[in-house]
């Protein structure tokens, strides 16, 4: 069983439709969690990131965190084109060490 | 700030050949990563220096994988020889803080 596992997609929704992406993962000792975004082609780059457990809010996007139930989740509200790329999770414990999902693609459609 | 810079964006070589894959991390950062990242195995954590000291390179696939770091601002990724099976999108990102990572704009290599 991986560490982290994040269901491929790819998910196509409409524009300003709500899209919800989701990981679990097996180590209770992961203390951060962390969202990439991914362009076509382009690194990963940062979009939220959120310690333990809880909600944090960056305007339309919305990270969340259940450590009872090993599971995390990224919102999007009001979806654009322009949110059409791979999000992948990824999550640490209290060490050097980042363990990435594979990734989810997302299309959004106007 | 120009980010994490790698060269070249490309390469496209044949199957023995040597490859190397070039990096210059964001100025004041003293972590660096190595990442390869393939449609199956998602992104892999292949090597990653502190302060020019490789510290974890477990996640290197065999020998035909080196890398080195001789000073803050470059680290090369040399794969001699290289085989099909290498082909795939290679990163380098660094940071300050270990939990996170910038990344480059990646290697995208093709062994044939």
């Known amino acids: 069983q991986k560490e982290v596992e994040q269901d491929p997609g790819p998910l196509s929704v409409p524009e300003g439709a709500i899209v919800s992406l989701n990981c679990t993962y097996s180590?209770?000792?992961?203390?951060?969690f962390m969202w990439y975004r991914q362009y076509s082609r382009k690194g990963p780059e940062l979009l939220m990131y959120?310690?333990?457990?809880g909600n944090k809010e960056d305007g339309r996007f919305t990270a969340q965190v259940d450590k009872s139930s090993k599971y995390i989740s990224l919102f999007i509200r009001d979806s654009q084109p322009s949110d059409s790329a791979t999000y992948l999770c990824?999550?640490?414990?209290?060490?050097?060490?980042?363990?990435f999902g594979t990734g989810t693609r997302l299309q959004v459609f106007p | 700030d120009a980010g994490v810079i790698q060269s070249p964006r490309h390469e496209v070589t044949e199957m023995g050949q040597e490859v190397t894959l070039r990096c210059k991390p964001i100025?004041?950062?003293?972590?660096l990563f190595w990442y390869r990242q393939t449609m199956m195995r998602g992104l892999e954590l292949l090597i990653y220096?502190?302060?020019?000291?490789?510290?974890?390179d477990s996640g290197m696939p065999e020998d035909r994988f080196s890398a080195k770091m001789p000073n803050a601002s470059f680290s090369t990724l040399k794969i001699q020889p290289s085989e099909p099976r290498d082909s795939a999108v290679y990163f380098c990102?660094?940071?300050?803080?270990?939990?996170?990572?910038?990344f480059g704009p990646g290697t995208r290599l093709t062994v044939l």
């Open positions: 990102a660094s940071t300050l803080s270990p939990r996170f990572r910038y």
């Open positions: 180590n209770s000792a992961f203390q951060y």
């Open positions: 959120t310690y333990s457990s």
């Open positions: 990824a999550m640490s414990p209290n060490t050097d060490k980042l363990i």
């Open positions: 100025s004041g950062h003293d972590y």
């Open positions: 220096f502190n302060n020019n000291v490789p510290i974890d």
